[in-house]
């Protein structure tokens, strides 16, 4: 009878070690899972960041490269525009002769600009009228309106100054 309870005695000791064994893998599967969890959210964060430097880097490229392609009187008028700004009001470039290089920049910053903006006023007085509408066509085919461009308008003025809504 001494014996079988040695051999009881024993045997619970050996299940309460095995027990508490399993709990403290428990505990650190646990530990693992919640350092992966925070790796993966760290790499997210890092990868979201770099994200958010190339759109900034692209978005300056482009503005640059618009600033460059509308003359000296639409560099002027652009120059007091704050671009940080999550919205527009209005980048009027009216009075400034935009060909179709100046249509393009305008598309490929207009691709590049995740704020909103409610009104683009491009004025087209050169013979390259039609390479002028397809760059701007091309952006609106391109991009979804619904989410930052609900207000915009673009209006071209023929040399003969009628106007077109497009």
Sequence with gaps: AHQ???????LEETEKRAAEREREMKVVQAQKAAAEQEAE???QQTASEE??????QALERAWS??????GQQG???LAKIDTSS?????IDLSCCDIGPKGAQAVADWLKVFTGSLNKLILECTSPTFDQFYQ???DFSEDVDHSSNFDHL????LLPFNGSLNT
């Design 51 to 56: 994200a958010n430097a190339k759109n900034e």
């Design 65 to 70: 490269k618009l600033q460059e392609s509308v």
């Design 41 to 43: 959210r760290m790499r």
């Design 135 to 137: 760059a701007i066509h």
């Design 86 to 90: 999550c919205t527009i009001e209005s």
């Design 75 to 77: 560099k002027e008028k």
């Design 153 to 156: 308008h673009f209006w071209a």
């Design 4 to 10: 079988a309870r040695m051999m009881q005695t024993t």
